[in-house]
């Protein structure tokens, strides 16, 4: 299957400072991707779909100006935590998805995505 | 508002039986299902998936049972592994939309 890596997968800053999460496609270009947060106990809640060279796209709720999105390229996408807080500290997951050629050609449904590993986020 | 619902947070099966986990959702336009397996500290991995067209579908172990008029669906591990012991989300979506719908996880333990 496709894989997606996250760096960090843990990171620990103070409140107020700002952290950068990546999420790379390995082996595939990725048209699209999610980022999802996970509280503890709680479902992943997507947070935003990102389309390569295009401006993220929302869920109700989350404030864009405080996680900043970027997919320059067809392997990378950043999740920006700005001034981070203490009630940011959660569990951040990205996925990603091909094209539809590509998906089609792996025998996936094109709502498949593969999931990164998970960035812990504690911020003090 | 939780539109995928998992309510049993733990189930415990000893090795050989069968897991029944069971997840319940609210939108009647959902027409796409999946289930996940997640490792501590890792992203969830696909393990199975089922269309509304079907009520069934099964790979290996693994079985996706959908009752649509019910708005319920069960994954069925036979025989269950020590392996098998992980965190299962069930996640729904309208197949031609982005957002997938997550539950909040059943945690499974398969006692040797």
């Known amino acids: 299957g496709a894989v997606v890596s996250q760096h960090p997968s843990w990171v620990i800053c103070k409140s107020g400072t700002s952290v950068k999460i990546e999420c790379r496609s390995l082996?595939?270009?990725?048209?699209?991707m999610f980022w999802y947060r996970q509280f503890p106990k709680q479902s992943l809640m997507l947070m935003a779909t990102?389309?390569?060279?295009?401006?993220?796209?929302?869920e109700q709720g989350v404030e864009k100006d405080k996680f900043l999105i970027n997919h320059a390229s067809l392997t990378l996408s950043t999740l920006t935590v700005t001034s981070a807080h203490p009630e940011d500290s959660s569990f951040y997951i990205c996925?990603?998805?091909?094209?539809?050629?590509?998906?089609?050609?792996?025998?996936?449904?094109?709502?498949?995505?593969?999931f990164g590993p998970g960035t812990r986020l504690t911020v003090l | 508002d939780q539109q995928v619902k998992q309510n049993s947070p733990s189930l415990s099966v000893q090795e050989g039986r069968i897991s029944i986990l069971n997840c319940d959702y609210t939108?009647?336009?959902?027409?796409?299902f999946l289930w996940y397996k997640k490792y501590p500290a890792e992203g969830p991995t696909f393990l199975i998936s089922?269309?509304?067209?079907?009520d069934k579908n099964e790979d290996g172990r693994f079985t996706v049972f959908l009752n649509k008029s019910a708005k319920h669906l069960s994954l069925h591990i036979v025989p269950s592994q020590p392996g098998d012991s992980a965190v299962y989300f069930c996640?729904?979506?309208?197949?031609?939309?982005?957002?997938?719908?997550f539950g909040t996880g059943t945690s499974l333990t398969v006692i040797p």
């Open positions: 082996d595939f270009q990725a048209t699209t």
């Open positions: 990102s389309n390569e060279g295009s401006k993220a796209t929302y």
């Open positions: 939108n009647s336009m959902f027409d796409y």
């Open positions: 089922i269309s509304s067209i079907k």
């Open positions: 996640a729904a979506s309208v197949r031609t939309g982005n957002q997938f719908y």
């Open positions: 996925s990603a998805r091909g094209t539809p050629s590509l998906w089609e050609g792996l025998k996936l449904s094109y709502n498949e995505q593969f």
